[in-house]
């Protein structure tokens, strides 16, 4: 049981490319979620999703998409790279008890610099 | 939209003292208190949580307190050691089916001096 994987765990980007984070977990879950995290900002809220094929936006979800194909993976897309987007970004999933969602899981992160 | 406030930001304490992390949430329909604690290169990993049909809750050296009232919740570490030193999150949730979202607060680095 690996619980939540990122893929890749570093990556340099130039401004304008892009590139897409892989997010996967083994544990049947159905909420999925794409957080960044900056100095100072604690955890802000990408985009999330409730299950296979829906997705929705969080915090601040400008210059990122999400699609959510397949109900272990969640995958975060930067169309065209900008400074701003240097940050780590964690992907976290939860598992829902009828009408209560219950602890959130977080991958190890994936450390994104953009050039 | 909710807004969770944590301090202080950084912490030090002798091992095997005390320490007391604060945060404070806006929204009075969140109903579901975590908190995380991350390591170097780590993830944040979930170590205690409360809900709001309770006022405390405690695991081992670790403890929650949420007042409603006043809308603020407080994470109690005791007999500190080594090892507790990381970066500290709460949050705070509302439990709308198909909604929830967690809402965190900055951090705070707490370190252990031996």
């Known amino acids: 049981n690996a619980g939540v994987t990122q893929t890749p765990k570093f990556r340099v980007l130039k401004t304008g490319q892009s590139m897409t984070l892989l997010c996967a977990q083994d544990?049947?879950?159905?909420?999925m979620y794409w957080y960044r995290q900056d100095p100072g900002m604690g955890l802000r809220l990408i985009h999330y999703?409730?299950?296979?094929?829906?997705?929705a936006k969080g915090e601040v979800p400008d210059g990122y998409n999400v699609s959510r194909l397949k109900k272990q993976n969640f995958l975060l897309g930067l169309e065209s790279a900008a400074p701003s987007q240097t940050s780590v970004y964690f992907c976290?999933?939860?598992?829902?008890?009828?009408?209560?969602?219950?602890?959130?899981?977080f991958g190890p992160g994936t450390r994104l610099t953009v050039l | 939209g909710e807004n969770v406030e944590q301090h202080p930001s950084t912490l030090s304490v002798q091992e095997g003292d005390s320490a007391v992390i604060k945060c404070t949430y806006s929204?009075?329909?969140?109903?579901?208190f975590p908190w995380y604690k991350q390591e170097l290169g780590k993830g944040p990993q979930l170590i205690i949580d409360?809900?709001?049909?309770?006022g405390e809750k405690k695991d081992q050296r670790i403890a929650v307190t949420l007042n409603k009232t006043a809308k603020h919740f407080s994470l109690h570490i005791t007999e500190t050691q080594p090892e507790d030193s990381a970066v500290y999150f709460c949050a705070a949730s509302s439990h709308n089916f198909g909604n929830e979202k967690l809402t965190f607060g900055t951090g705070t680095r707490l370190t252990i001096i031996p």
């Open positions: 544990m049947n879950h159905e909420y």
């Open positions: 976290a999933s939860s598992y829902v008890r009828g009408a209560r969602t219950d602890t959130q899981y």
């Open positions: 409360i809900r709001s049909n309770v």
């Open positions: 929204d009075s329909a969140s109903n579901y």
């Open positions: 999703s409730v299950g296979e094929g829906t997705t």
